[in-house]
């Protein structure tokens, strides 16, 4: 009798893990940086160092990542179609473990140009997204595929809840002595370490026929180009990357809002920012499944949009820090439905021939979206440490019009 041959394994828990840890560690930082560049305790800088420098040099440590991930991404999700998934996303994997352990003795040795580099090999390296992504394309089937990509929005969602609750923990000595702003890189380090081993030996390879598309370094822009020559998403696509931007005004500095306006430590942003998660999580688990089934995506929109605007507006308005607790998740619920109703209208307006190509291009968007606001950022927070937030709401009410100005085919 012949043997019957062993079913083969799935990649779906280890994908889950990996996109898991991945925003563990994107999670982590929301807390640590800030306090390491603007708490006037901090030993990173001397004393006297002017609130204008720590201010531009903070815009561009946080730009330096999504800037070597615009060129990154794109080429390794490429490379991946050739030489496939598992010794991509491996490669992937080690970059962003080293820069873990970079940014960990950076901190420690108060190496300001380590720093830089620490965030940049795992920014170039941290290609992994775009793999898992493909992965899933690779073993999911029409039916499975909604259901295996709400696997990955959970665990983006779990990461961003836990992640600076952690950071904030760890990074706390007045938790346990030994506790400082390097301990949290060193323990999503051993994490990411466990992740590689993981993917060593479970993960499967899903690529079952190589795909040798033409390697470029530009990719990133001729998506942004390619952009502006698709006839009925392009108003679209300036909505995404004007929301893009005014999320990442607001995401990357109101931590430091809350150092330089209330005092806040690490770990009262970890928890804050634990908190935003949370609501995250709710709406689109339950708020967002729930309207989607009465509602188009583009009628959601044009409300979503100006509430998020507004939520952003308002966070300007308290004078004691407890209102961020009554008002975030008011942010938390308008991003969270306007996200996945920004995705599907794009991808409703693309025939099924054209999903990754449209896909990949809302990416290049938005990893430009993210870009460019810590380099601006930097400079107007040393005017006004509320500007940035001032700049979100203006962005995103910016990106409401322009929704609204659209004609279909446009």
Request: net charge positive.
């Amino acid at each position: 009798m012949a043997r019957s041959k062993p079913a083969a394994k799935s990649p779906l828990l280890i994908i889950f893990l990996t996109v898991f840890i991945d925003m563990l560690g994107v999670g982590i930082i929301i807390p640590v940086i800030p306090v390491i560049f603007f708490d006037p305790e901090t030993s990173l800088f001397a004393f006297e160092v002017s609130n204008t420098y720590r201010s531009v040099m903070y815009g561009l440590l946080i730009a330096c990542f999504p800037f070597m991930q615009f060129f990154g991404a794109p080429l390794l999700g490429t490379i991946s179609d050739r030489y496939g998934r598992k010794p991509i996303l491996m490669l992937s994997l080690i970059g962003t473990l080293l820069g873990y352990l970079l940014f960990a003795w950076a901190i420690l040795n108060q190496n300001l140009v380590l720093l830089f580099i620490s965030r940049m090999i795992p920014g170039f390296m941290g290609g992994n997204i775009a793999i898992i992504l493909s992965s899933i394309a690779d073993i999911s089937d029409a039916e499975s595929k909604t259901k295996n990509f709400g696997l990955v929005g959970m665990a983006f969602g779990l990461g961003f809840i836990l992640g600076p609750t952690i950071g904030g923990v760890l990074a706390d000595e007045s938790v346990l002595s030994w506790f400082n702003h390097a301990t949290p890189f060193w323990f999503t380090a051993i994490l990411t370490f466990l992740n590689i081993i993981f993917v060593q030996f479970i993960f499967p390879e899903t690529l079952k026929e190589s795909r040798h598309s033409k390697l470029s370094l530009f990719k990133g822009f001729q998506n942004i180009a390619a952009s502006f020559r698709v006839p009925n998403l392009r108003s679209i696509f300036i909505v995404v990357l004007l929301l893009s931007l005014g999320f990442s005004f607001f995401t990357q500095f109101f931590s430091v809002y809350l150092i330089q306006e209330f005092s806040y430590s690490e770990k009262n942003i970890g928890l804050l920012y634990g908190w935003i998660g949370l609501w995250l999580a709710f709406t689109q688990g339950v708020i967002v499944r729930r309207l989607s089934s009465r509602f188009k995506s583009e009628k959601l929109l044009r409300f979503t949009i100006l509430g998020l605007s507004v939520s952003l507006l308002v966070l300007l308005v308290p004078s004691e820090a407890v209102w961020f607790y009554l008002l975030n998740p008011f942010v938390a619920i308008f991003q969270g439905t306007t996200s996945p109703n920004l995705i599907s209208l794009i991808s409703s307006q693309a025939g099924p021939e054209r999903q990754g190509e449209i896909l990949g291009i809302n990416q290049s968007m938005n990893s430009l979206g993210q870009m460019l606001p810590p380099l601006i950022a930097g400079y107007i927070n040393s005017i006004d440490s509320s500007l940035p937030i001032l700049v979100a709401a203006g962005l995103t009410f910016l990106g409401w019009v322009v929704l609204n100005l659209r004609k279909k085919g446009g």
